[in-house]
């Protein structure tokens, strides 16, 4: 069994930071593609960022040159770093990652539960 748990959601005012973390945890062979989402009030999920086994990264434009994404293959972690937060940015964010489980052949797509983060003073 896989999960992905995500952490450091929260409120924050207009201006500040917060770092998003995605664990994932359980039988874990090896995990590709990363990306985080966010889904705000009454709008569709997009896709925040994406980050690749080998280190390539990619934003949606909103948030670039704000966000950061990084990984930690050792510890089996994603990080979202962001800063200088905007009202905008107020979404349940969720963590989804591609992983080849122990004793199968197959990858899967696996989500977290989400984090809420609320911008606003």
């Known amino acids: 069994q896989v999960q992905l748990v995500e952490s450091g959601g929260g409120l924050v005012q207009p201006g500040g930071s917060l770092r998003l973390s995605c664990a994932a945890s359980g039988s874990i062979f090896r995990i590709f593609g990363m990306v985080w989402y966010r889904q705000a009030p009454g709008k569709q999920r997009e896709l925040v960022a994406s980050i690749t086994p080998g280190g390539s990264t990619n934003y949606v434009d909103s948030v670039k040159g704000r966000f950061t994404i990084a990984r930690d293959d050792a510890k089996n972690t994603m990080y979202l770093q962001m800063n200088s937060l905007k009202p905008e940015d107020t979404a349940v964010y969720y963590c989804?990652?591609?992983?080849?489980?122990?004793?199968?052949?197959?990858?899967?797509?696996?989500w977290g539960q989400g984090t809420q983060v609320t911008v606003s003073s």
């Open positions: 989804n990652a591609a992983i080849r489980a122990w004793g199968t052949n197959t990858v899967q797509n696996y």
